[in-house]
T-cell receptor, first 113, second 114 residues
């Protein structure tokens, strides 16, 4: 039961270019979306979030776009840096519920110098 | 910066043995969680804990699992009789009360059941 899907297990990008990580969800009750970043031997770290009342949220080099009609969100990293190499998890939750996020399987991003 | 800590970082155990995974949440947080990630799969919710009781649990969290907050700082996950399929990375997380908050995750305990 994959309510949150990250269909690309890995992505390789040149330093300085844009990284685009995609995420799809199936549950229309989700109204709050998060991206987490995870380095090896560490736990997931919150990166950026977006509420369903918005279609874009920006924080420095990171921008999340939400397309509710398509049940799709994406994370853009511009410009990509080698230190961005990590596994990125998309997660979704319901603000009227327990806020427990449902995670995707993650996309491993490698940024080459 | 405050952080969630977990011990041990790695644990190897024999099938059928009991294990206790330990977590120290951020001190002013009131909601506590356990998640697991089987290798190559998604992070899965196990249980949430608030006000000294379980507030929500998933289908994974069966009678073999229990959680406890034995004192004011520790939060533990016990697996009574481990199975091979319990091998996973176990993450503890905590958050403050109120509003739409993100959770802060610990570094995880890698459990290997032989």
């Amino acid at each position: 039961d994959q309510q949150v899907k990250q269909n690309s297990p890995s992505l390789s990008v040149q330093e300085g270019r844009i990284s685009i990580l995609n995420c799809d969800y199936t549950n229309s009750m989700f109204d709050y979306f998060l991206w987490y970043k995870k380095y090896p031997a560490e736990g997931p770290t919150f990166l950026i979030s977006i509420s369903s009342i918005k279609d874009k949220n920006e924080d420095g080099r990171f921008t999340v776009f939400l397309n509710k009609s398509a049940k799709h969100l994406s994370l853009h990293i511009v410009p990509s840096q080698p230190g961005d190499s990590a596994v990125y998890f998309c997660a979704a939750s319901r603000t009227g519920g327990s806020y427990i996020p449902t995670f995707g399987r993650g996309t491993s991003l490698i940024v080459h110098p | 910066e405050p952080e969630v800590t977990q011990t041990p970082s790695h644990q190897v155990t024999q099938m059928g043995q009991e294990v206790i995974l330990r977590c120290v949440p951020i001190s002013n947080h009131l909601y506590f969680y356990w998640y697991r990630q089987i290798l190559g799969q998604k992070v899965e919710f196990l249980v949430s804990f608030y006000n000294n009781e379980i507030s929500e649990k998933s289908e994974i969290f069966d009678d073999q699992f229990s959680v406890e907050r034995p004192d004011g700082s520790n939060f533990t996950l016990k697996i009574r009789s481990t199975k091979l399929e319990d091998s996973a990375m176990y993450f503890c997380a905590s958050r403050r009360t109120g509003g739409v908050e993100t959770q802060y995750f610990g570094p995880g305990t890698r459990l290997l059941v032989l």
